[in-house]
C-alpha cells in the first residue's frame, strides 16, 4: 500500500507539473491562476496546496526539473566525452541549451531570473544557485575528464577555466532568453565561435598523444611474433 501512495503522490505532483507547464508557456506566469492549474491535473484546489505553496514554488519546481535531467543527460557525456574537446563541450552545452524548452518557454525563463534576482535570499533564488552551481561543477568535471585525457593542459586551473566557460554559456543562454527571435541553432552557432577560440588556447601542446595509453598501461599485452 505504501507503494501504491507513493506512485499515486508522484502522479499527482507530475499532473501538476505539467498542466503549470502549459498553462504558463500559454498564458504567461502571472496570468496562470492556481485553480486553472489544479482543474487542468484533475486535483482540487486544496491537493495543489498540498505539493506547492505559491506559483513561484511551482515554478522553481519545473525549472529544478529541468535541470536535474540535464545534468543526468551530462553526466553520459562526461562517462563517454566526444573525441575532441571542441565536441565534448558542445554535446555537453547543447544537452543543456535543446532541453530548456521543453518545460519552460523563454518568457518562463525570463521570470524565473527575474525572481532570483528580486529576491535573492528568498528560498527561490538559493535554490536558483545552487542549479546554477550544479551545472558550473558538471563543466568544471568535464574539463577535468579531458585534461585526464590529454585534451587540455594539465597545469590550467580546472574550477577557473570551468567557471569561466559556464558564465559564459550562461550569459549567452541569458541572451537567448531574453531575445524571442533567436533561435536555438542560432544560439547553437554563437556557441561555436566562442568555443572555437577557447579550445584553441587551452588544447594541449602535445597534441599527438592525447590518446595513447598511459605508461604501464600495455602491461599484460602480448604481442604474437611474426612469421
Known sequence: MAGLRERQKADRKRRILAAASALF????????????????????????????????DLLLAIVSMEVEEVLAQGEEVLIAPPETALGAFETLIHGYYDHSLIYLTKRMWRQAMAISIQQPEAPFSRRYRELDAALASQVRRLIAVLQARGDI????????????????????FTEFALDEGQSLERLHQRLRAQLVTVTSLIASEEPERRHEPAEGMQAGIVIAPRG
Open 25 to 56: 508557456g500559454q498564458m504567461g506566469f502571472d496570468a496562470a491562476r492556481i485553480d486553472a492549474i489544479a482543474q487542468r491535473a484533475e486535483v482540487s484546489v486544496g491537493t495543489f496546496y498540498n505539493y506547492f505553496e505559491n506559483k513561484a
Open 153 to 172: 593542459r594539465p597545469s590550467l586551473d580546472s574550477a577557473a577555466l570551468g567557471g569561466l566557460v559556464f558564465n559564459d554559456l550562461n550569459a549567452l
